[in-house]
């Protein structure tokens, strides 16, 4: 909740802020607190959110392999080093770079899935839309 707000606060008081986007995990077992109120006033005041559930390493998975089954956020920590033989947070671009459209597509293969499910945040274990991040950044403008 406290980044929303933030967020929502920089790009009011500063007119040189094109866009301010939230990145944040759902987190499993345990969600954050408010994540569902915090979503809500992202929306209500265009702050776009990059949401990973459960962990961010979701997303970092997907560029490397397909994830269908749900999992916690530290079998997801512990299976991006698996893939990518890290020991740590730190990435190695030319590992994830070269396949971020197929992350994206995993991403939005899950995102499908999920919606036809009528499964939404929590309960959409493992997604990840960070691929529209990425798209903003990529393209130079707004999502």
Not at 20 to 39: G, M, R, S, T, Y
Request: overall charge neutral; hydrophobic content about 40%.
């Amino acid at each position: 909740m406290s980044l929303v707000k933030r967020a929502i606060q920089i790009r009011d008081r500063d007119q040189s802020v094109d866009e301010a986007w939230c990145i944040f995990d759902v987190e499993w077992p345990k969600q954050h607190p408010n994540l569902i109120e915090a979503l809500s006033l992202a929306k209500a005041h265009n702050i776009p959110v990059a949401l990973s559930n459960p962990a961010f390493e979701v997303w970092l998975i997907l560029h490397l392999r397909q994830q269908n089954a749900h999992i916690n956020t530290d079998r997801a920590v512990s299976l991006r080093r698996e893939l990518d033989g890290s020991t740590d947070k730190h990435l190695d671009p030319s590992i994830y770079l070269p396949h971020r459209g197929l992350a994206a597509h995993r991403a939005n293969v899950l995102a499908q899935t999920h919606s036809r499910n009528k499964s939404a945040v929590p309960h959409n274990n493992p997604s990840s839309n960070a691929f529209e991040l990425m798209a903003a950044i990529e393209q130079g403008r707004p999502f």
